[in-house]
């Protein structure tokens, strides 16, 4: 997702199915906590890049879908719109200018971390002021190891704020 790329062109954009959209939401609610569906029955789906398809609604992306797996990720927009109780990642200050840049989080970053957090899934990163999500990505290490841990990686990044799919609109 990184990279010289100048613009997302979407190809084979369709309706999805409302079982496939109810699907992907009982997944993101159960796993997340939202309290509400990230994504409306009326979501469309459309290939973006050779690695990831994109949910779409209004023009706006809110959510991605890596095609090995067919995994959902909910974007940071999804995010925003409805904050999850669950699979959160809190960093400092300091990293937040690494993270909107698409770094991987690295654990000395951690301030907290939901500690039923498991490696490989997915989670939300937050700001350690305002709790706003900067990004999401895969965790590498427990939840309980993430706060101030040992130097490497505890996240990697899959899609954060200001990277090309933050800033589509169709």
Same mark, same amino acid.
């Given at each position: ?30 796993? *997340?906590? *939202?309290?509400?569906?990230? *994504? =409306? ?6 290939? $973006? ?15 991605? /879908? ?5 995994? $959902? /990720? ?9 904050? =999850? ?24 970053? /951690? ?13 939300? /990163? ?12 895969? $965790? ?6 993430? =706060? ?5 990686? $505890? ?12 800033? *589509?609109?169709?």
């Amino acid at each position: 997702m990184r990279g010289p790329m100048a613009e997302i062109r979407l190809r084979h954009r369709a309706r999805m199915r409302e079982k496939d959209v109810k699907r992907m939401n009982e997944t993101l609610m159960a796993d *997340f906590g *939202f309290d509400k569906a990230p *994504f =409306p029955a009326e979501a469309e789906r459309a290939e $973006a890049t050779d690695h990831h398809d994109v949910i779409l609604h209004g023009g706006r992306i809110l959510g991605l /879908i890596v095609k090995e797996g067919d995994r $959902a /990720i909910p974007a940071v927009r999804a995010l925003l719109a409805n904050k =999850p109780p669950k699979r959160y990642v809190t960093v400092d200050m300091g990293a937040i200018k690494f993270v909107t840049n698409g770094a991987d989080v690295m654990a000395p970053g /951690i301030v907290e971390a939901d500690p039923a957090i498991q490696p490989g899934d997915l989670v939300w /990163i937050r700001d350690e002021r305002n709790k706003q999500p900067l990004a999401v990505g895969e $965790a590498l290490v427990p939840g309980t190891a993430m =706060p101030r841990g040992p130097k490497g990686k $505890a996240v990697k990044s899959l899609h954060f704020v200001g990277d090309l799919f933050w800033g *589509f609109e169709a």
